[in-house]
């Protein structure tokens, strides 16, 4: 089984504050990412990571940021929450070879 | 560009019955191809996985998938649905190129009847 941990599971919060969301996998994989999943849509890549101090946007423009200052650490940061930040989003990590991504159970979060 | 299409939004069957969920994608080369299954409430968990030789893979929990290559489909397969296989599935392709990324599609959401 997986070995990354998203926290907090839910947040609900209001518009304007800023928060960051936790992702940590034991595994040591060098290469992490972070998706926004909408209800009944699909998964979109915002950010990816190819190991420490690499940071890169993914498919869709977020507004939030990311670092990646250790191997297992990869916090994602929204400065200034707003609506339509509402999502849930989900962190992944895979090693070497080809891609089998391990995903955490995902943030929901609601921006009042 | 990538892209992985899932034709059937929504799909329900009875348990017991025979299941297929539809993947198309659009890759330039031989790509990786996944399926993924998401648990209401879960994160994602991978069914199973294509990357090179037998185009008929097997995964957990009875799945299975071929790839043709002709139609530029993997569609998952299942000979007899369980209650607890209600979920929602993505297929994704990855590719070769140093984005390391994996393209999901969006999604086929699967209810079972008892």
């Known amino acids: 089984e997986a070995d990354i941990y998203q926290t907090p599971r839910y947040l609900v919060i209001g518009t304007g504050k800023k928060i960051t969301l936790e992702c940590s996998q034991t595994?040591?994989?060098?290469?992490m990412y972070w998706y926004q999943q909408d209800p009944g849509m699909e998964l979109h890549l915002i950010h990816y990571?190819?190991?420490?101090?690499?940071?890169e946007k993914g498919d869709l423009s977020s507004e939030s940021t990311v670092s990646r200052i250790r191997t297992e650490h990869f916090p994602l940061t929204l400065e200034s929450a707003r609506p339509s930040h509402t999502s849930q989003y989900l962190c992944?990590?895979?090693?070497?070879?080809?891609?089998?991504?391990?995903f955490g159970s995902g943030t929901q979060l609601s921006v009042l | 560009a990538q892209s992985v299409t899932q034709p059937d939004i929504h799909i329900t069957v009875s348990e017991g019955a025979s299941l297929e969920l539809r993947c198309n994608y659009s890759?330039?080369?031989?790509?990786?191809l996944f399926w993924y299954v998401q648990s209401p409430g879960q994160g994602l968990q991978l069914l199973l996985k294509?990357?090179?030789?037998?185009?008929l893979v097997q995964g957990i929990k009875g799945f299975e998938a071929e790839f043709k290559r002709s139609q530029s489909s993997f569609n998952l397969r299942k000979p007899s649905v369980h209650w607890s296989d209600a979920a929602e599935y993505f297929c994704?392709?990855?590719?070769?190129?140093?984005?390391?990324?994996?393209?999901f599609g969006p999604g086929t959401s699967l209810s079972v009847i008892p």
């Open positions: 992944a990590s895979s090693g070497q070879g080809p891609r089998k991504l391990f």
């Open positions: 595994m040591g994989h060098d290469k």
């Open positions: 990571s190819y190991g420490v101090n690499s940071t």
């Open positions: 890759y330039g080369a031989t790509p990786y």
């Open positions: 294509y990357f090179s030789g037998d185009t």
């Open positions: 994704a392709v990855g590719s070769k190129t140093s984005y390391d990324k994996v393209i």
